[in-house]
């Protein structure tokens, strides 16, 4: 079950990221002895190329590509069952998400980039409304995928079609959306923060 | 009875407007004032952390200073703004992020199914209850995001939460105990990962139906979504001749209530829980006319 991690070569910068990490959240990787509770207790574990407590031994070592790399923060449902049973309080949930951030902030590509783009157009209308709008959502996210050459499977978007209609038929599609007075204000400090 | 403050949030703005009916309705019978936050804003959910953890601070930020404005504690009813509200309370209170707001931080924020599930709130909840829904087994769900992290939530249960099964015994049914209360369903990559999302929610519904749940009970708009929407392609997939009625807990006080008010919400789930209900009625009419005839 257990496969075997690869490890690269370390520059300076890799070896002191477990402390700059530690200095950013307050993450202690160091305490971690690969117990393996976050990864039992993970419901999407199966889902992952790179384990919880693997992706904690990994920063230990240093090994920042790897984890930027990697599907699993995006698969990560933050779901807090990790950090919740883990025995030394090692908040890996919230490790998973500040690897998400910098894969961003670091200007790499997603590797899950349909999560990444969803959460992206999840902002984007924010951004517009001030709040979120299934709708709107769902078809901004679905024009993305199309445009980007994504081509689905016609059973899917039969299946979608389908799905689309009967909730239509129970006003649970709601077409005009729902602008908060605030949204203004919203910008602005989105803005300041440089978004 | 004093009044707070209501935060509902996007989803029961917009796709959920059943939860949201269902909750004025069951707060408006139990007396109680939801007084909605004045232009309250979208509170990131999982998107904003993800990408950018100070868009985390900044939106529910706000949205904490008006509520502050306001005076009284704040209400919320889904589980994912909860968290989001009481995660940046908590970063703001321990001045581990830039408070724009001076705030004082001097009121709570409360999940609302567990204030609903409060002694008193239980002893009114047992004198408005009108059809008991004796015979009804079901199994409460709570998800993911409510009960943990308890350093944030304040829930010392989070291993076996009770809340709604209180709430569901106070109105004369049965919650059954069973093992994934608290296990995550996938929702925030049920539409981009919709293989994840399709796992999840099938391993859910099997356990709940192997328990012998009639139906599953949950607090959270996303949940309800995932395990209601998802069940006509798992059906196709694995060829299940049964399906499982997705509840709120709102819901569940209101048809205990008698509240004619809440059925067009009911109507708009995609499994119809409305058979299941009218099975009910029918025993429990002839449980009562049994007894009267002694
Ligand atoms: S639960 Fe904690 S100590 Fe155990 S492997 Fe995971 S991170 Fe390490
Ligand atoms: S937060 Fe992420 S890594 Fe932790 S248990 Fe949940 S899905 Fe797994």
Redesign the interface.
């Known amino acids: 079950m257990e496969q075997q991690v690869q490890l690269l070569p370390l520059s300076a910068g890799d070896q002191l990221w477990a402390h700059a990490i530690a200095m950013e959240t307050g993450i202690q990787v160091a305490s971690c002895y690969q117990c393996l509770r976050c990864t039992n207790s993970c419901p999407v574990s199966t889902f992952m190329d790179i384990k919880p407590h693997q992706a904690v031994r990994l920063v230990q070592f240093g090994q920042r590509e790897k984890l930027l790399e990697s599907s699993a923060v995006w698969v990560c449902l933050s779901c807090e069952m990790c950090s919740t049973y883990c025995p030394n309080e090692i908040d890996v949930a919230g490790l998973m998400n500040h690897l998400k951030n910098s894969v961003i902030s670091s200007g790499r590509k997603p590797a899950e980039k349909e999560i990444a783009l969803f959460h992206e157009i999840f902002l984007d209308v924010l951004h517009k409304y001030g709040r979120i709008n299934d709708l709107q959502l769902m078809q901004r996210y679905k024009w993305r995928l199309l445009t980007a050459g994504n081509l689905p499977p016609l059973d899917e978007v039969r299946k979608d079609v389908k799905l689309g209609m009967s909730l239509f038929r129970r006003k649970r599609l709601r077409l005009l959306p729902e602008r908060s007075r605030a949204v203004k204000e919203i910008r602005a400090l989105l803005h300041h923060y440089g978004r | 009875m004093r009044d707070l403050t209501f935060y509902p949030g996007?989803?029961l703005?917009?796709?959920?407007?059943?939860y949201r009916e269902s909750i004025s309705h069951v707060v408006g019978a139990l007396g109680l004032r939801l007084l909605e936050l004045p232009?309250?804003?979208?509170c990131?959910?999982?998107?904003?952390?993800?990408?950018?953890?100070?868009?985390a601070i900044?939106?529910p930020g706000?949205n904490l200073a008006?509520a502050e404005a306001e005076g009284r504690d704040l209400a919320v009813a889904c589980p994912m703004c909860f968290k989001r509200l009481s995660l940046c309370r908590e970063m703001l209170r321990q001045k581990r992020a830039d408070d724009?707001w001076s705030l004082h931080l001097d009121f709570s924020v409360v999940d609302l199914a567990r204030y609903l599930s409060s002694k008193p709130m239980l002893q009114k909840i047992q004198q408005r209850l009108r059809f008991p829904l004796t015979g009804m087994k079901v199994v409460c769900y709570y998800g993911?995001?409510v009960v943990?992290?308890?350093k944030i939530t304040g829930y010392s249960d989070?291993e076996n939460p009770m809340h709604l099964d209180h709430l569901v015994q106070a109105v004369g049914a049965t919650p059954l105990d069973w093992s994934f209360k608290?296990?995550?369903c996938?929702a925030?990559?049920g539409?981009?990962?919709k293989?994840?999302g399709l796992?999840?929610v099938a391993k859910l519904l099997t356990w709940a139906r192997a328990t012998g749940a009639d139906a599953m009970v949950v607090c959270c708009p996303l949940c309800q979504n995932n395990l209601d929407?998802l069940q006509?392609?798992l059906r196709e997939r694995h060829g299940w001749h049964w399906q499982l009625p997705i509840f709120y807990y709102t819901e569940i006080l209101g048809v205990a209530f008698g509240l004619q008010a809440i059925v067009p919400g009911l109507?708009?789930?995609?499994v119809d829980p409305q058979p299941l209900i009218a099975r009910l009625r029918q025993i429990s009419t002839e449980d009562r006319e049994m007894i009267a005839s002694g």
């Open positions: 996007c989803a703005q917009s796709m959920t407007w059943d232009d309250w804003t979208c990131g959910a999982t998107a904003a952390h993800s990408l950018d953890e100070r868009m900044l939106l706000r008006v724009l993911c995001q943990r992290p308890p989070y608290g296990t995550c996938g925030s990559s539409i981009a990962r293989d994840i796992t999840l929407l006509p392609e109507k708009s789930h995609l």
